[in-house]
C-alpha cells in the first residue's frame, strides 16, 4: 500500500481545492519544486502532480514546472491534468513521468483510450472522479450521465489496468474517504485502485488498507499531509507490515 502526495498546480503554485473549486483555494507554496523535495525527504516513495489549469482548459499549462519537479527528485511522479492526446503523454513520459493520468479523454474519445493504453501499457492511469456516482469531467465542472463503475468496467476492456479514484464531494474536505464507494469500484472492477479524497486521519488510512486484498493499492493525500493531521512518517507506520514498511513496494509498476 502507498501513501502518495499530491501536489495540485495552479498558475505555477501549490494548491489545495475543496471539492475543485477555484474560489476554495488554498495556497501551501510558490515553490513546488521544494515541496516535491519535502515529501521525498520525509519518505515518500511516489509523487500525484495535477495540473489543474490544464484540467480546467483541456490542455496542460504547467509543463514546465512539472519537468522541472520530476528532474528535483528521485522518485516516480504521476501526472495528471488536461492531457487528451498523444503527443502529450509522450512529452510528459520523456520528460520522465512514471505514469500519466487521463481522465475526460475517456469520456470524450473512449477509442483514443483504447490506443494509448495498446501504445504505453501500464504507464497509463485513468482517474475516475466520481459525483454521487456519475462521472465529473474536465476539471469536476462537468458531470456525465455516465456511471463511474460503468465507465471503469469500459475502459478495462480497452486495456486500463490501474485507476485513480476521487469522490469529488471529499476531495479537499478532511472528512474521510468514501470507502464504500471505493470499495464497490474494486469488487465490481477487479482493476488496481488508488483511493483519493478526503482521507483526514491514520484511521482513514486503516480503512483504505482494508482494501488491499480487494486491489487498492495505494492512496493519494493532499490536504492532509499539508495541515498536519497526518505525517508520511505516521503513514509509514500503518501500511507497514510485520514492522517492515510496503509503501514503495512494486514502485515502478
Not at 489543474?52 to 519537479?69: C, K, S, W, Y
Not at 480497452?158 to 476521487?166: A, E, K, P, S, Y
Amino acid at each position: 500500500m502507498e501513501l502518495i502526495p499530491a501536489l495540485d498546480l495552479r498558475l505555477g503554485r501549490c494548491v489545495r481545492l475543496v471539492r475543485g473549486r477555484v474560489e476554495n483555494e488554498t495556497i501551501y507554496s510558490d515553490n513546488p519544486l521544494e515541496m516535491a523535495r519535502y515529501w521525498e525527504e520525509q519518505g515518500a516513495r511516489r509523487l500525484h502532480v495535477v495540473d489543474l489549469d490544464g484540467a480546467f482548459t483541456g490542455t496542460p499549462q504547467n509543463i514546465g514546472v512539472i519537468r522541472e519537479i520530476i528532474s528535483s527528485v528521485k522518485i516516480p511522479v504521476q501526472v495528471g491534468g488536461g492531457i487528451r492526446d498523444v503527443k502529450t503523454i509522450e512529452q510528459l513520459l520523456e520528460a520522465g513521468a512514471n505514469r500519466v493520468i487521463l481522465g475526460t479523454v475517456a469520456i470524450l474519445n473512449p477509442e483514443l483510450v483504447g490506443e494509448i493504453c495498446n501504445s504505453f501499457g501500464e504507464a497509463i492511469i485513468l482517474g475516475i472522479d466520481a459525483k454521487r456516482g456519475k462521472v465529473a469531467i474536465e476539471g469536476w465542472g462537468v458531470t456525465s450521465e455516465k456511471r463511474a463503475v460503468d465507465l471503469a468496467r469500459e475502459m478495462r476492456e480497452l486495456g486500463v489496468r490501474r485507476i485513480v479514484f476521487t469522490d469529488v464531494y471529499r476531495d479537499g474536505t478532511l472528512n474521510g474517504p468514501n470507502i464504500r464507494a471505493t470499495e464497490d469500484m474494486a469488487r465490481k472492477t477487479g482493476l488496481k485502485i488508488i483511493a483519493s479524497g478526503g482521507v483526514s486521519t491514520l484511521d482513514d488510512l486503516k480503512a483504505v488498507k482494508r482494501l488491499g486484498k480487494l486491489g487498492v493499492e495505494g492512496v493519494i493525500v493532499g490536504k492532509a499531509l499539508y495541515a498536519e493531521t497526518i505525517s508520511i512518517k505516521d503513514a509509514l507506520e500503518v501500511f507497514s507490515s510485520n514492522g517492515v514498511s510496503s509503501i514503495g513496494s512494486n514502485i515502478n509498476a
